[in-house]
Nanobody, 126 residues
Framework: VQLQASGGGLVQAGGYLRLSCTAS????????VGWFRQIPGKEREFVGT????????DYADAVKGRFTISRDNSQNTVYLQMNSLKPEDTAVYYC????????????????????WGQGTLVTVSN
């Protein structure tokens, strides 16, 4: 599956952005999707994940209560709604997808994903 992440940009602290991750899948169209972010020179870190069904989700402590992941399987698109943004949220954001048979499983580990998008830059200014 090919993934296309979009929606990044420059926003002031306290603002919001919505990132999209669209999959161009052949055959299977519902995947577990994860969002990760990376600051240059640092390790890629987990942001959040959503199950194939959309029923289950999990978030990093740093974004819990501010970020929400949702999905529209009819459009093969997963969204990352980011509210109350902070300068420390500045990073390149990546979406990733993995096929898991169970519809309610979520995945936090980057190594569990075998399909990655190209990343979209989010910059939060003071």
């Amino acid at each position: 599956v090919q993934l296309q992440a979009s929606g990044g940009g420059l926003v002031q602290a306290g603002g919001y952005l919505r990132l999209s991750c669209t999959a161009s899948a052949r055959g299977r169209s519902w995947y577990v999707v994860g969002w990760f972010r990376q600051i240059p020179g640092k390790e890629r870190e987990f942001v959040g994940t959503i199950s194939r069904s959309g029923v289950s989700g999990d978030y990093a402590d740093a974004v819990k209560g501010r970020f929400t992941i949702s999905r529209d399987n009819s459009q093969n698109t997963v969204y990352l709604q980011m509210n109350s943004l902070k300068p420390e949220d500045t990073a390149v954001y990546y979406c990733a997808a993995a096929w898991i048979a169970h519809s309610n499983v979520v995945l936090r580990d980057a190594g569990s994903y075998d399909n990655w998008g190209q990343g979209t830059l989010v910059t939060v200014s003071n």
